[in-house]
């Protein structure tokens, strides 16, 4: 059974930041594609950035810039961390980990107040 954890959501002012982790814990191989996903109130899961096992990355371009997605293969975590916040990265944030079929975690709220 896989479970992954998230944590570091919170509320923050405009222009602030913070770190968000996601550990995927059980009985898991290895791990290819690490990406974050986020759904604002009554709009749609949308992509925000994913890494490969070899540490490329890809951003959405709403984040390019700001974000910066890095992961830990010695923990199975992969971290997103977001500097100079808007009011419009408000959502909660969902990672998913690739390994034979996605892996979903639980969701953490970022509150972004203007």
């Known amino acids: 059974q896989v479970q992954l954890v998230e944590s570091g959501g919170g509320l923050v002012q405009a222009g602030g930041s913070l770190r968000l982790s996601c550990a995927a814990c059980?009985?898991?191989?290895?791990?290819?594609?690490m990406r974050w996903y986020r759904q604002a109130p009554g709009k749609q899961r949308m992509f925000v950035a994913f890494?490969?096992?070899?540490?490329?990355?890809f951003y959405a371009d709403s984040v390019k810039g700001r974000f910066t997605i890095s992961r830990d293969n010695a923990k199975n975590t992969v971290y997103l961390q977001m500097n100079s916040l808007k009011p419009e990265d408000t959502a909660v944030y969902y990672c998913?980990?690739?390994?034979?079929?996605?892996?979903w975690g639980q969701g953490t709220q970022v509150t972004v107040s203007s």
């Open positions: 998913m980990v690739e390994s034979g079929r996605a892996y």
């Open positions: 890494i490969t096992s070899g540490g490329s990355t």
């Open positions: 059980g009985s898991i191989s290895s791990i290819n594609f």
